[in-house]
């Protein structure tokens, strides 16, 4: 079993900054390919950013791309989402996943681990 725990959720105003971080534990975590997700209300869950086990391959949706880094940190059992430059459309509630059989990071990958979430609003 893999257990993931997001945390840095918040208020903040249009073109301010967070930083999520997606803590995993029960797994070697260096095997996992972990991804983010978002939520809004009367919408479909939808792919923000994935990074591959190995680090090297990251993907991100379009409406995010140059504005949110993805990372991790091994060592750490830890993955980050730093969000620039927010914007109201950003609302919503944000989870990261697990990915331990594709290993790819991708926007198909097969996400079998979900944290609980953490809510991020953005103010105009």
């Known amino acids: 079993q893999v257990q993931l725990v997001e945390s840095g959720g918040g208020l903040v105003q249009a073109g301010g900054s967070l930083r999520l971080s997606c803590a995993a534990s029960?797994?070697?975590?260096?095997?996992?390919?972990m991804g983010w997700f978002r939520q809004a209300p009367g919408k479909e869950r939808e792919f923000v950013a994935g990074?591959?086990?190995?680090?090297?391959?990251?993907y991100y949706a379009d409406s995010v791309k140059g504005r949110f880094t993805i990372s991790r940190d091994d060592a750490k059992n830890t993955v980050y989402l730093q969000m620039n430059s927010l914007k109201p459309d950003d609302t919503a509630v944000y989870y990261c996943?697990?990915?331990?059989?594709?290993?790819?990071?991708?926007?198909?990958?097969?996400?079998?681990?979900w944290g609980q979430g953490t809510q991020v609003t953005v103010s105009s």
């Open positions: 996943a697990a990915d331990y059989v594709t290993g790819a990071g991708t926007r198909g990958g097969k996400y079998d681990y």
């Open positions: 029960g797994r070697t975590f260096s095997t996992y390919a």
């Open positions: 990074i591959s086990w190995s680090g090297g391959r990251i």
